[in-house]
């Protein structure tokens, strides 16, 4: 199968629908792939990181937008490709690039959505929707959150259910954060919590610092670790050194890809009280940090944001908490750090539900599946004689 994607998002730069595009790539038809993605940098990270893929990888002049510009290039390479079919990274905005695709090459295209698409929907801008999918013959959705507020729009052949999932094998209990706790400076006796994200409001990093005093009067040994990058780091970092010097917190930026997993197990709790923002429209799609929490073995503090709840057992494998009640967190996190023997009952059945679920490697062959499904039904309506009147 010759695939080509069309995405905004891509490895290495970090982020949710980086993480989803770069897992499905590397699984699915991936000597046969070529993929148009956003310059970054040009830095050598992303240039080690292009080389060492088994798929092609061109790099556009700068973001891939539905502009002329980029459409004459995804014309020009799946021409080039011979791609039988056409993969969005993200189904709002790319998905208006379907219909001249469709129509010009003649080949099916499927777009990928995530929490932002049905952010729109859900605050009256489903038009936008009804536009970026007219042209698709399938589009994916992550969460019955994303899918109940999508599916009133959707003018795509059909829908199927592609969640992100979690690669099991680099995710494992088994990992050793203890280096990069040291590196960190807490404590090899110090309960942790951390979180992994981008550092952006809605994630709630700011909850987590506001509470942290009174964490901190009920588990004096406790640190947190407020790992990534983002626009709000200037910030985070003003209001944990308000804190003081000894109040445990650290935050040290990005971590390397392959530390990932390192970095979910060196916390014993992982918390993100995410909150949906900005009238919906900023809102979290799923989560994927929730579930790589749960993969390593962690109990994980979700926000009720989008179908961020649908990540998270509540009560069994983390907390669902509303995540601009300050009270629903300190008692959260109070709950974990309190409870070892529990964290390590919550961590396996995590780490059960996650293998079980959210395992990379049967949702790509759910993805792959659905690209056969639809080169096939393509090519069965392009030979089929027209319809009596159609
Ligand atoms: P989103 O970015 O809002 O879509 O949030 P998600 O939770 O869905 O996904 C974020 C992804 O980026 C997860 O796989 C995180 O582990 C990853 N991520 C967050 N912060 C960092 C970081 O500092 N370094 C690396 N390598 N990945 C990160």
Redesign the pocket.
Known sequence: MRVLWVTNDLPPR????E?FVGNLLDRVHPSSTLVIGPAGAGDDEQRAHDAAQPYRTVRAPGAVQPTPAIRRLVLDAAREHRAQVVVLGASWPLGELAPRIERELRIPVVAISHGLEAGLASVGLGHLVRRATRGLAALTTISDWAEDRLLPHVRADRVVRIP?GVDVDRFRPDVDGTALRRAWGVPDDAPLVGC???LVPRKGQDRLLAVWPEVRARHPMAHLAL???GPLADDLAGAAAALGSDAGVVLPG????DD?PAAHAAADVFAMPCRTRLLGTDVE?????YL?AQAVGRPAIAGRSGGAPEAVQDGVTGTVVDGRDDGALVAALDRWLADPDGRARAGAAGRAWVEQAWAWAAIADRFATLLDEVVAEHAGRRVSPPRPGG
């Open positions: 970090a982020g949710g629908i993480q992100p992994v994200s981008r790992v990534g990058e990005r971590v390397a890809w990932l799609g799923l989560g994927i940090v790589e």
